[in-house]
């Protein structure tokens, strides 16, 4: 049964399924060398809920299924590595089969969110319209990367959920964007280091993700080999909406979300940056990223094993490539766009985006033979002589918290997540 069967309680104007008023519930910024962007995740929420129950919208509890539990699968890092292999059907059926409680609840949980949205600006966030919305970014995706529509459309199958459902959680953060809802992004920050400033003199890219705690217990690397094709290790969200990767063909990539008036129906950006990871060149996996038009809007950031590195700025109609003068020299990104041609049509809803930016950029350019540790200690994620008694380098807490720095020239990733005793860990692609 999917999320549009059961959300009729949902719609009585300024409550949520358990009859409480909606409330603003957490946003995450993400940050890098030029600027500052902000993103949201999740927006309204019950205050004494916790994640880990049934939704009390739900009819009854989500099914127990005899299907292999994340719990037991391989933890690097406090994060659950799945692995798959095979061709895009076979993999989205076993993703499908393994994640099908947790996506159940988290298709669920995410239309509460946005509803919730939708209540707090006077709308009615109908299913029938939200899955009409859905529905449109079908022939688009299947049309841009056919594999992994395979993969998801298995997956639908496998978890016994409709295609929206996973839609919906693949795309959430471009919804907001799509609807207008004025509602800052999900908070993260990118940093990029040349040879000068790493430990290994090799180039390191950075993902530092603030989430919306109830989201980071299905934060899970997964990582795929495919019959054909290069293999690769991504940070998602329960098998989906990936937020950075690295592939087997020597490139990595990252993203901040942007949140932007001009979104429209069309692809998702999860999907574009999934499709990079698919690539077998950095030129190709530059021109795959700007395939629109798109619901929302993201920076994302492209490396090579070689230190070549591109990072553009994608709203929904437009694309622009940020200049690089200074290629060897840190580049930062959080929630805000830096190309001033996009002030038309994006909104800069975190006020503490420029500062964040400003106290990440000051580690990153003072860098010198940075370790990951190193790297992970500017965010308060593990204990090092230079981050000892600083702040944060985002001014962020460590709540609900994952660092993601890649080694595409190693093929080596380093990872960690808050709230776990876990330090940071590696793992080869």
């Not at 059907?89 to 609840?105: D, F, I, N, W, Y």
């Not at 930062?332 to 006020?351: E, G, I, K, W």
Request: proline content about 9%.
């Amino acid at each position: 049964m999917g999320l549009f069967s059961r959300v009729g309680r949902l719609n009585a104007p300024g409550r949520n399924a358990s009859g409480n008023p909606p409330t603003l519930f957490a946003v995450r910024i993400q940050e890098g060398y030029h600027g500052f962007v902000a993103s949201v995740v999740a927006i309204c929420a019950q205050p004494t809920w916790r994640f880990q129950d049934p939704l009390p919208c739900m009819d009854s509890p989500v099914p127990r299924r005899k299907t292999l539990p994340v719990s037991s699968a391989e933890v690097i890092g406090g994060l659950p590595l799945i692995s798959v292999i095979g061709t895009p059907r076979t993999m989205g059926e076993h993703l499908g089969g393994r994640l099908k409680p947790r996506l159940q609840v988290l298709a669920q949980y995410l239309y509460e969110q946005l509803a919730g949205a939708a209540q707090v600006e006077g709308q009615t966030m109908a299913p029938d319209d939200l899955r009409r919305r859905l529905r449109e970014s079908v022939l688009p995706a299947a049309q841009h990367e056919p594999a992994l529509w395979m993969e998801i459309e298995s997956m639908a199958r496998a978890s016994g959920l409709p295609e929206e459902d996973l839609l919906l959680i693949h795309g959430y953060g471009d919804l907001l964007s799509s609807y207008n809802f004025p509602l800052p992004p999900a908070r993260s920050t990118y940093i990029g280091l040349g040879s000068p400033h790493t430990d290994n003199g090799l180039p390191r890219l950075v993902l530092v993700a603030h989430l919306d705690p109830a989201l980071l217990p299905y934060m899970t690397l997964l990582k795929r080999i495919p019959a054909h094709g290069p293999v690769s290790l991504s940070l998602t969200l329960a098998g989906l909406a990936p937020m950075a990767g690295m592939s087997e063909a020597g490139l990595a990539v990252a993203t901040n979300e942007l949140r932007v008036r001009d979104g429209v129906p069309g692809q998702f950006n999860a999907h574009l940056l999934a499709s990079t990871l698919t690539a077998p060149s950095l030129d190709d996996a530059v021109q795959r990223v700007q395939q629109g038009p798109r619901q929302g809007g993201m920076a994302v950031h492209l490396m090579t094993n070689g230190g070549d590195r591109v990072s553009l700025e994608l709203s929904g109609k437009q694309a622009m490539r940020l200049e690089d003068p200074f290629p060897a020299s840190p580049r930062v990104h959080t929630n805000h766009v830096l190309n001033p041609r996009f002030s038309a049509v994006s909104t800069n809803l975190d006020q503490t985006s420029r500062p964040r930016l400003a106290k990440a950029a000051a580690y990153a350019v003072a860098a010198s033979g940075a370790s990951p540790s190193t790297i992970a200690g500017w965010f308060g994620l593990e204990r090092t002589t230079q981050g000892s008694g600083r702040q944060p380098a985002d001014g962020m807490g460590t709540e609900a918290t994952v660092i993601f720095i890649a080694d595409p020239a190693t093929k080596t990733l380093h990872v960690r997540r808050s709230g776990t005793p876990a330090k940071l860990e590696s793992v080869r692609l």
